[in-house]
Nanobody, 124 residues
């Protein structure tokens, strides 16, 4: 069964850190661009980062640049999103997605697989 499973969400105080994990099963991440997305209540889904499989380069949203870092452990078929200096506006459900191809998809509809999401709440 092909799936992505996120974990690592939770409640954290402003300024704190969390590391989200996204584990793939049923397929290998090789050849897939990996995106992290978030969606807050009443807001549209926002792409937080995308890592292309060709160059390995990660592009971050301006809102998280310098605070969030993508990494991957191909042996474990798991990718991570390290989130530092968290702010209340980072509160959202975070999801990972995999899109086949070397480049990052131009829109979310081009992603082939999605995880179920994990809640991140930043609050004092």
């Amino acid at each position: 069964q092909v799936q992505l499973v996120e974990s690592g969400g939770g409640l954290v105080q402003p300024g704190g850190s969390l590391r989200l994990s996204c584990a793939a099963s049923g397929f290998t991440l090789d050849g897939y661009a990996i995106g992290w997305f978030r969606q807050a209540p009443g807001k549209e889904r926002e792409e937080v980062s995308c890592t292309s499989s060709g160059s390995g380069r990660t592009v971050y949203a301006d809102s998280v640049k310098g605070r969030f870092t993508f990494s991957a452990d191909n042996a474990k078929k798991t990718v991570y999103l390290q989130m530092n200096s968290l702010k209340p506006e980072d509160t959202a459900v975070y999801s990972c997605a995999a899109g086949y191809g070397s480049a990052c998809p131009l829109n979310l509809y081009e992603y082939n697989y999605w995880g179920q999401g994990t809640q991140v709440t930043v609050s004092s």
